[in-house]
């Protein structure tokens, strides 16, 4: 029996092939989800849902635009009933300094990640309310909550640490209809949202502040996200979970 067997699940950003949405993905439907892949490119998404098997779906969605987001939601509402689950992945990293920072960075960055996690939530929270049910799962990162020093630049950890604080406010706002609204924060995990940008002495520096010695795989990040989204973690609200090999400590 799989820990989400008849649960419909969203998740954003999920085509990129070695990313943490499709090996999330991957492991809600051997749960027995059925889901739904959303990225930029229709067919990329098409095809990693096509990888999962032939229950789920694939749709392009730019989560920076509400319409799209609303439109996505009302079509996953009428071909599946319900939405259970919402993994808020899409996101973009920039490796810049403080002062490198252009206003068409902020943004990016600030849009993919904050503005794209309001706007996805907005779109799906009304099909969780008339359900009285639903998981919401977002994701940060260690670098919102030690301040960047791992790849993206403060623009990054300003929108990650954003997502913490918009992820506890509307955990707060929606306990009542019995919506669930957590955060991973993962560290390194190794995947391509570095765009061939890492170079050996940041890897080697990375790896050096990591307790556990390795790199995270995207399957760690997949485990955590069952979890918070699955029936297991039916108390867990406004939580921010790490899943960073020992890297931050607190
Ligand atoms: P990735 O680059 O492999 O995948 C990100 C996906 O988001 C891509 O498929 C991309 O096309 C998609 N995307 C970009 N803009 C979008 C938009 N406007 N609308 C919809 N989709 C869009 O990245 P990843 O490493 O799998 O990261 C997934 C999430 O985890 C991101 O939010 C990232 O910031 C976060 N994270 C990653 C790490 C890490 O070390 N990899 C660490 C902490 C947090």
Not at 76 to 88: F, H, M, S, Y
Not at 110 to 137: C, E, K
Not at 219 to 239: P, Q, R
Request: proline share 3%.
């Amino acid at each position: 029996m799989g820990l989400l067997d008849g649960k419909t699940a969203i998740i954003t950003g999920a085509a990129s092939a070695r990313g943490l949405g499709k090996a999330t993905a991957r492991l809600f439907a051997e749960h027995g989800a059925r889901v739904a892949i959303l990225d930029l490119d229709e067919g990329a998404a098409r095809a990693a849902a096509a990888d999962l098997g032939a229950d789920h779906l694939g749709l392009a969605c730019d989560v920076t635009d509400l319409a799209a987001c609303r439109a996505v939601a009302e079509r996953l509402t009428a071909d599946w009933g319900r939405i259970d689950i919402l993994v808020n992945n899409a996101g973009i990293t920039q490796p810049l300094k403080s002062l490198e920072i252009q206003p068409a960075h902020y943004d990016a960055v600030l849009d993919v990640n904050l503005r794209g996690t309001l706007y996805m939530s907005q779109a799906v929270i009304p099909v969780m309310q008339r359900a009285r049910s639903g998981s919401i799962v977002n994701l940060s990162s260690v670098s919102a909550q030690r301040g960047g020093g791992i790849f993206g630049g403060p623009h990054y950890s300003a929108a990650k640490a954003g997502i913490l604080g918009l992820t506890k406010a509307m955990a707060r706002e929606f306990a009542p209809d019995q919506i669930r609204i957590n955060a991973i924060c993962p560290g390194f995990i190794a995947t391509d949202i570095t765009g061939g940008k890492l170079t050996p002495e940041m890897m080697s520096g990375i790896l050096a502040g990591i307790p556990m010695g390795r790199a995270g795989e995207a399957s760690d990040v997949a485990g955590c996200a069952l979890f918070l989204a699955s029936d297991l973690a039916a108390y867990c609200t406004g939580t921010e979970v790490d899943v960073n090999g020992g890297s931050l400590i607190h």
